[in-house]
């Protein structure tokens, strides 16, 4: 198959490239240094020339909801439409598992890309999956404050972007379509414990407090509806084994 990776650069999308090849398929990955932007709509045509699925994995670092609209509601677009125009026939689309209940910030933009989907003129598939425990590290980033971090409470049910990829590609090669049972990781965490652990695997010594913030997404994210309700599937990696193998590669 030929497969083409919108995002293929993230922390999913590098993963998925790197499945798909090891599974003997020709993967085209989309990126600006290449040319294509599926924000624009530029060089996609040439990109999904003879495409049997794209795997759209694309993400956007804001959490203004009307930021995440615009990005995610411009790239569905530019994508549908370039495989319409190449007849493609299969668009695979990852989104987060919850974003019902919690409808805000980056959340609104994955609404509105599972929308136009589902809408859309492309046969589609739909997975939904939990947070990634990469997570733990991208909030450590920003919960720094010079000698110490403060990590809002929050309870998630993590999975490691590996996992993801696997699900997807397995979906790309597959025949069935429409919306996919959600995947979530094996083990519930505490967000401060993750970041903790985080911390030691770096061989740091920075102490991690945690704090409750108000805002409606972190009370989302506190409250567990974000982890799903136990009818998804089960992905294999806990986190503790991710960072095991985050030290070791």
């Known amino acids: 198959m030929r497969i083409v990776v919108a995002g293929a650069t993230g922390t999913v999308g590098r993963h998925v490239v790197a499945v798909a090849q090891r599974r003997g398929h020709e ?14 709509g530029v060089g996609l045509d040439a990109a999904l020339t003879a495409a ?17 609209v615009e990005f995610f509601g411009a790239a569905t677009r530019h994508l549908l439409a370039a495989e319409v125009r190449q007849s493609v026939g299969h668009h695979v689309a990852l989104s987060i598992v ?31 999956t939990t947070q990634f425990h990469e997570f733990a590290r991208q909030v450590l980033g920003r919960a720094s404050f010079g000698p110490i971090a403060l990590v809002p409470a929050g309870l998630l049910r993590p999975i490691a972007a590996a996992d993801v990829a696997d699900a997807l ?23 401060l414990g993750m970041v903790r652990k985080v911390i030691r695997a770096d061989g740091r010594r920075m102490p991690a407090l945690g704090v409750s913030l108000p805002c409606a997404y972190w ?14 599937g089960e992905a294999p990696t806990t986190f ?8 070791s590669s």
């Open 52 to 68: 049997d699925a794209v795997i759209d994995v694309t993400s956007v670092a804001s959490t203004s909801a009307a930021a995440s």
């Open 98 to 128: 919850g974003i019902d209940y919690l409808p805000l910030g980056y959340y609104a933009g994955k609404v509105e890309q599972e929308r136009l989907v589902t809408a859309g003129p492309v046969p589609f598939s739909i997975l939904r």
């Open 219 to 232: 009370r989302g994210m506190r409250s567990g509806v974000l982890r799903g309700t136990g009818d998804e």
């Open 240 to 247: 503790d084994e991710w960072l095991t193998g985050e030290r």
């Open 169 to 191: 590609v397995a979906i790309a090669d597959g025949t069935e379509r429409g919306r996919h049972r959600d995947l979530r990781g094996p083990r519930d965490e505490i967000l």
């Open 27 to 40: 993967v085209v990955p989309l990126s600006r240094s290449t040319g294509q932007d599926v924000s624009t």
